[in-house]
């Protein structure tokens, strides 16, 4: 089973063979429990259910708490599903951490990128601004003409115009790792990561 759930911590600096320095992301890697476990036969797909990071058992509703209790782990804070072939026989409560990775390996991590909310089209399109003369009024970061006329008579789909921006699910893949701290579950991901910290992360090592 090669997926886990983590949480970003931040960036830092890395130095790695002959001192050269490399931007990483740091990131706790679980523990994880595997609380549910789907199959073919009686759900009619395979998947696992993971979760990620201690709750108080007060502070979740009775239907999950019961879902815990009948998986026998303890209350957790995050819950993911993941679907992959094989996934039927994984144990329920099989404990997922960092002992899956090696230095060097590849991984594929998916997270939610920071929310920007309502932004125009120089933010969130890169369009430059009008000019500031020549007759420009109160228009300098509009988005100008659209070209619409009495045909189509309607603004085509995917047009560039303002916008709610940001708070997208982002993937990255190919992204290696530099470093593992096995006791603390910490990994150093070269490069960034979508999201802000604390951020959640579904993780997969990538088969070479």
């Known amino acids: 089973m090669d997926v886990i759930l983590g949480k970003k911590l931040g960036m830092a600096s890395f130095f790695g063979p002959a001192g050269r320095e490399f931007p990483v992301t740091i990131v706790q890697a679980g523990p994880c429990k595997v609380v549910q476990v789907k199959t073919v036969e009686k759900d009619k797909y395979e998947s696992v259910q993971i979760g990620f990071e201690p709750k ?6 009775k239907p999950l708490a019961g879902h815990f209790k009948k998986a026998g782990v303890e209350t957790l804070k995050h819950l993911r599903e ?11 409560g099989t404990q997922i951490d960092v002992s899956m990775f090696n230095e060097g390996d590849n991984l594929l991590v998916s997270g939610i990128s920071k929310g920007k909310g309502f932004q125009g ?4 399109w890169g369009m430059r601004l009008q000019g500031g003369s020549h007759g420009t009024h109160e228009s300098h970061r509009g988005p100008g003409s659209i070209g619409q006329c009495t045909w189509p008579s309607r603004v085509w789909k995917g047009k560039h115009l303002p916008g709610r921006m940001g708070n997208d699910q982002v993937t990255i893949k190919n992204i290696e790792v530099l470093k593992i701290i096995p006791e603390k579950n910490i990994i150093f991901i070269k490069g960034s990561l979508p999201g802000a910290k604390n951020g959640i992360l579904k993780i997969w090592k990538m088969e070479v």
């Open 82 to 92: 993941f679907r992959f072939e094989g996934a039927g026989k994984v144990a329920v």
């Open 121 to 124: 089209v120089v933010k969130r």
């Open 56 to 61: 108080k058992e007060s502070r979740v509703n």
